[in-house]
């Protein structure tokens, strides 16, 4: 007999200490695939949403000002003198838009009283005026054959409280709104020179008050009952 020992061979080669083959573990290789896929996604996600957000704001801030179209003679600056020049003028028309894009035709003299009110975004009385009307046309009726509007004027995208479109969206104005012009052109055609500012138009469309500063409660009250149609 042989004294050498009985190695057998195997038939499937050698493997490495612990198992794992030369090619590493597949489902390791998996799972670092699907970590890197999910890191490029939330990065491509995480760029889209801001370059939307960068989009929503440049789209907001195109949107405050507009084109419009005056008619009409402009009335003199408001400088405060007793008797009005503007009164028992006629108010110039003017087309605007509001902040969704919306035409707008303000007509004087076609039966309707007007009362508009100017209003910049920056202006401390103003920012405390708009909210107190705000609350006022929302527990009130205006009187028959009255309308209100408001023009955001003065815009200014380095001063505070901007963009105009989401203040009066905040204070939940109830009544229409429109942009004016970037060079404020309706503001000009209304004498306006200090905010806010406040016109109130008859139904035959002559000026019959102009304030500026902020009004009072009763003031606004005095102002709708002034322009009101009689009867």
Same mark, same amino acid.
């Given at each position: 007999?042989?004294? +050498?020992?009985?190695?057998?061979?195997?038939?499937?080669?050698?493997?490495?200490?612990?198992?794992?083959?030369?090619?590493?573990?597949?489902?390791?290789?998996?799972?670092?695939?699907?970590?890197?896929?999910?890191?490029?996604?939330?990065?491509?996600? *995480?760029?889209?949403?801001?370059?939307?957000?960068?989009? +929503? *704001?440049? &789209?907001?801030?195109?949107?405050?000002? =507009?084109?419009?179209?005056?008619?009409?003679?402009? $009335?003199?600056?408001?400088?405060?003198?007793?008797? &009005?020049?503007?009164?028992?003028?006629?108010?110039?028309?003017?087309?605007? %838009?509001? #902040? &969704?894009?919306?035409?707008? %035709? /303000?007509?004087?003299?076609?039966?309707?009283?007007? /009362?508009?009110?100017?209003?910049?975004?920056?202006?401390?009385?103003?920012?405390?005026?708009?909210?107190?009307? *705000?609350?006022?046309?929302?527990?009130? @009726?205006?009187?028959?054959?009255?309308?209100?509007?408001?023009?955001?004027? =003065?815009?200014?995208?380095?001063?505070?409280?901007?963009?105009?479109?989401?203040?009066?969206?905040?204070?939940?104005?109830?009544?229409? /709104?429109? +942009?004016?012009? @970037?060079?404020?052109?309706?503001?000009?055609?209304?004498? $306006? %020179?200090? #905010?806010?500012?406040?016109?109130? /138009?008859?139904?035959?469309?002559?000026?019959?008050?102009?304030? %500026?500063?902020?009004?009072? &409660? @009763? $003031?606004?009250?005095? $102002?709708? +009952?002034?322009?009101?149609?009689?009867?």
């Amino acid at each position: 007999m042989s004294n +050498r020992p009985n190695v057998q061979k195997s038939r499937s080669g050698s493997r490495p200490a612990g198992g794992q083959t030369d090619g590493g573990n597949p489902l390791m290789k998996w799972l670092i695939i699907g970590v890197v896929v999910l890191v490029v996604v939330a990065v491509g996600v *995480a760029y889209l949403a801001g370059t939307d957000a960068e989009q +929503r *704001a440049q &789209d907001s801030a195109d949107n405050q000002v =507009a084109d419009v179209n005056i008619e009409g003679a402009a $009335l003199p600056t408001f400088d405060g003198r007793e008797p &009005d020049p503007a009164m028992e003028t006629r108010a110039p028309a003017f087309a605007a %838009s509001t #902040f &969704d894009g919306v035409e707008v %035709s /303000v007509l004087p003299g076609d039966g309707t009283a007007k /009362v508009i009110g100017f209003f910049a975004h920056w202006c401390p009385h103003c920012q405390r005026e708009l909210p107190r009307l *705000a609350n006022w046309l929302a527990a009130n @009726e205006l009187p028959a054959g009255v309308e209100v509007i408001a023009v955001s004027t =003065a815009v200014d995208s380095g001063r505070g409280n901007y963009p105009p479109s989401a203040w009066f969206e905040e204070e939940q104005w109830p009544a229409v /709104v429109v +942009r004016d012009s @970037e060079s404020s052109e309706i503001g000009d055609a209304y004498g $306006l %020179s200090g #905010f806010p500012y406040t016109v109130a /138009v008859d139904a035959d469309g002559l000026v019959v008050a102009r304030v %500026s500063g902020e009004l009072t &409660d @009763e $003031l606004w009250e005095f $102002l709708l +009952r002034t322009v009101a149609p009689a009867g």
